[in-house]
């Protein structure tokens, strides 16, 4: 749900008398900064979004036996790492008698490079026409001076607001084989699986107005933290119905005690859970403390929801608990249409085409891709044992390799290929 002005009649007479308006706000200098530069206070009302459909979006399409899939190699050392993920793909496919159908698509720098734009729209034509997008990642320094709008980052923002990629999960679990690759002690982190929900498509992220403009001769950067209650509402039922199917505990994160957006996030979220969700374990913890108990204490952590902006930071910090970004995993999903599946590292472009990428957290995410857009969750837990296997058989990307742990040093290459001859021969109760 995209942000609107509301336009009514009573707004349209106040901008005839904005310095009186202004005045019996009682807004802050810098908010009257910015109504005097816009010349109106609409800028602050937000459209209502009609109201929420009540069931969550987690369904994925009908099983079946062939499926369209758009591969967003991306920047740095996203092609490396989506050619690794393309080979155990297959040899999941070969085993399990199906087809994924997949075509490339541009995005971030190597859109800009090609195409001027960094989510041109034949890249998003072919996403909405495909049952799910595989994403590596993007961005690099060649760009990082290029204008806003001409940034890789602004690609995926348009790409989740495009596509109404609304709910982030992000899980961190913490592998028996990699607890050592943690800076965490032992005892903290041993037994630790979160999963972050996280807003996507709101929050000061993409709240209007904003800019950096003069007053008084000086510049004024502002940006807008807003929610409507109908995004809350179904980013609560995605928690809610998360949750439920973990281990039955929701913690909520917001910055209530100073935020008005925080204070609404925590009303609507406590309305939906508690009727909706009833056998769901509802708490509530300020975002600067929830930072400090996730190194603290993250055991007592299972699901948690929060917005966009501290679920950008909390699920990061989250992901350090496992000792590597390039283990984690994570999905983008809508109302409907496909969802986005991609690892939660970055481009890491000082080391791109050098064969020491981790391919793990991509093939992780596509079997993220399998269980929630596919339909497969058999062939989703095919894949994630895979990944198992390959550690307990002793194989390292650098990343993940520890001075002195017996482990064998391994390229992208050679990991993808270790993951793709486990999935052809692993065995199974069932043949999937």
Known sequence: ?????????????????????????????????????????????????SSPRAPTPLKAVSKKGSYQITLLPGDGIGPEIMTACKEVLGALTKRCGFELQMTDA??????????????????????????????????GYKWDSNPRELRPETGLLKMRKSMGLFANLRPAKVLPQLIDASTLKREVVEGVDVMVVRELTGD????????????????????????????????????G????????????????????????????????????????????MYVDNAAMQLIRWPKQFDTIVTGNIFGDILSDEASMLVGSLGMLPSASIGE???????????????????????????ILS??????YDLDRPEEADLLERAVESVLDEGLRTAD???????????????MGKAVADIVSTIDVAVEV
């Open 400 to 414: 993940i390799k520890q001075e002195g742990d017996g482990c064998k040093l391994v390229g992208c290459i050679e």
């Open 204 to 239: 000061v992220y993409f709240g209007t107005p904003k800019g950096i403009d003069i007053v008084d001769g000086k510049r004024v950067g502002y940006n807008n933290m807003i929610y409507s209650e109908g995004e809350i509402e179904r980013i609560a039922r995605v928690a």
């Open 241 to 284: 119905d998360v949750a439920s199917k973990r281990g039955g505990k929701l913690c909520s994160v917001d910055k209530a005690n100073v935020l008005d957006v925080s204070q609404l996030w925590r009303d609507v979220v406590t309305d939906i859970i508690t009727k909706e969700f009833p056998d769901v374990d509802l708490s509530h």
């Open 1 to 49: 749900i995209s942000w609107g002005l509301r336009r009514t009649t009573e707004t349209q007479e106040q901008e005839t008398t904005t310095n009186k308006t202004i005045s019996t706000m009682k807004l802050p200098f810098a908010t009257v900064a910015v109504l005097a530069l816009t010349g109106s206070s609409a800028g602050f009302a937000p459209f209502a979004p």
């Open 106 to 139: 541009l995005i971030g720098g190597a859109a800009i490079d090609e195409k001027g734009d960094p989510f041109p729209d034949e890249s998003l034509e072919q996403c909405m026409k495909s049952d799910s997008v595989l994403l590596s990642c993007i961005g």
């Open 366 to 371: 596509a079997a993220m891709m399998l269980k």
């Open 336 to 362: 409907s249409g496909p969802g986005v599946f991609e690892p939660c590292h970055g481009s890491a472009p000082d080391i791109a085409g050098q064969d020491k990428a981790n391919p793990l957290a991509l």
